[in-house]
């Protein structure tokens, strides 16, 4: 399928910051909470990687997810368009509630007034809930940057994992 709209960002990681409608913003918190809701057997996330990245990457243990979702998994600024559009589901699966969140709000660390955006339209960033999600994308990044990818973001993800290791 054929997409007219140009995506917001050439690159994952969102590097200027984007003056979104409240619209758009609600039209994406709107469709992730449908897709949360698709019932599959497809995994995106798998507990195992979690308990072994988690403390490797982040210095906590994984804990066990209570509330496993369906999430696109790639949500990111190069797959996003204005109107809103999801592009690149070859990924999708069950992932920690919140992965998708958490994801877009890793790539958004260079930006703080869109990635405080983000954490008030998904509430489930920095609660209890979001925990495992937030762990494991933080995890998942860091060792990216461990392979010499997203240094970028090495700095805002050692910031981020500080503060996953003090929740």
Known sequence: MRVDQPVLCDD?????????????????????EKVSAVDTDRVAVRQQYMDRAIPQFVGIPARA???????????????????????????????????DAAKLYAYTLLQPDTAA???????????????AAEATMCAQLLQTVARGDNLDLEDRLRDWSEELRRR
């Open 12 to 32: 994952p990681i969102l590097r200027h910051d984007l003056q979104l409608p409240d619209s758009w913003w609600a039209d994406l918190a709107g469709t992730l």
């Open 65 to 99: 997810v209570t509330c496993w979702t369906t999430a696109h998994s790639d949500v990111h600024w190069a797959n996003l368009t204005d109107p809103l559009r999801l592009l690149d589901w070859e990924g999708w699966g069950q992932a920690p509630e919140g992965f």
């Open 117 to 131: 955006c983000v954490r008030a339209v998904f509430p489930i960033l920095g609660s209890p809930a979001g925990l």
